[in-house]
């Protein structure tokens, strides 16, 4: 069965600090990756992956996936309270299966 | 503009009701989605449409029975609403199986 597994489940750091969110998945006919900010209301699109090894970054935030070892990484550096949220992550199968299988979430808060 | 609108964004009800969600993208996108997630915020694919096709349809009890009108509009009807129902529900839309979805602010749902 195709599943997405993130960890941790939760995490609490102080601002300035740097995390690192993991997601690793089994998924046949992979196509994409995907990670979601969701903070009070929707989930928030911050990255698409599809190549092994190609980091994605916006301002704070990276993205890298590894395709041969199943997993991709979101590291946020130098954290501020504002990066307080759940990290969504999920795979999006190729062909015409438009159902993204999704993680659990990382809960993370980010301490003044 | 709102890219992706729902409505309403609250609703209490009472069991044994009947209620509907409405949700509306600009986007552009031939796919819409709803989703449900609970208290532990898990994100749960609940139907799928495809330029008005539907093309996700998950275990779901019968009680919930989407619609869509043309490819801009998706709604959701709930009959017989039980405490279980209770929870947020997300509507969605993207082009093709991208899986790069766009979320509405969703629509809570409280059943009494």
């Known amino acids: 069965e195709d599943k997405v597994v993130q960890s941790p489940l939760s995490l609490v750091v102080h601002e300035g600090d740097t995390v690192t969110l993991n997601c690793s998945y089994e998924v046949t006919n992979f196509r994409s990756l995907l990670w979601y900010k969701q903070e009070k209301k929707a989930p928030t699109f911050l990255f698409m992956l599809t190549s092994s090894g190609i980091e994605k970054k916006s301002g704070r935030l990276s993205s890298i996936l590894d395709k041969k070892e199943l997993f991709s990484i979101l590291n946020i550096t130098a954290t501020q309270t504002g990066d307080s949220a759940i990290y969504l992550c999920?795979?999006?199968?190729?062909?015409?299966?438009?159902?993204?299988?999704w993680g659990l979430g990382t809960s993370l808060a980010v301490n003044p | 503009d709102t890219a992706v609108s729902q409505t309403p964004k609250y609703l209490v009800t009472q069991m044994g009701n009947d209620k509907s969600i409405k949700c509306e993208q600009n986007l552009g996108h031939d796919t819409m989605y709803w989703y449900k997630q609970d208290s532990k915020k898990f994100l749960k694919i609940m139907f799928s449409y495809n330029n008005k096709e539907l093309i996700i349809n998950e275990t779901v009890p019968n009680r919930f029975s989407p619609k869509s009108p043309d490819k801009a509009h998706l709604n959701l009807h709930i009959n017989s609403l039980e405490l279980g129902d209770s929870a947020v529900y997300f509507c969605a839309s993207s082009f093709g199986g991208r899986g790069e979805l766009f979320f509405g602010e969703g629509s809570r749902l409280t059943v009494l």
């Open positions: 999920a795979v999006a199968p190729a062909g015409n299966n438009r159902k993204l299988i």
